[in-house]
């Protein structure tokens, strides 16, 4: 069946970094752009970070650009955030999602915690 598993978040002082994984199965992994969304409490979910299929490009919003780093590895079933000089407002829920067509896949989420 199709997984998507995330792992990698914590509790990490402002300005700190972690760095997130997703480990894809049960699908073609290199076929599907793959994306990282979030979402804190009490707000809607926000996309951070897309990266095409092969990897060729990338996108971010102003909220992240230059801090967040998307990429992945075919070989490997996985996509990977690199989150830098983290800040309070970075708290939320991070999932990642595996888009082709008209067909969806989400994780079940990973916290990331940014507090003093």
């Known amino acids: 069946q199709v997984q998507l598993v995330e792992s990698g978040g914590g509790l990490v002082q402002p300005g700190g970094s972690l760095r997130l994984s997703c480990v894809a199965s049960g699908f073609r992994f290199s076929g599907y752009a793959m994306r990282w969304y979030r979402q804190a409490p009490g707000k809607e979910r926000e996309l951070v970070a897309a990266i095409s299929n092969d990897g060729a490009d990338t996108d971010y919003p102003d909220s992240v650009k230059g801090r967040f780093t998307i990429s992945r590895d075919n070989a490997k079933n996985t996509v990977y955030l690199q989150m830098n000089s983290l800040k309070p407002e970075d708290t939320a829920v991070y999932s990642c999602?595996?888009?082709?067509?008209?067909?969806?896949?989400w994780g079940q989420g990973t916290q990331v915690t940014v507090s003093s």
């Open positions: 999602n595996a888009v082709r067509l008209a067909t969806n896949y």
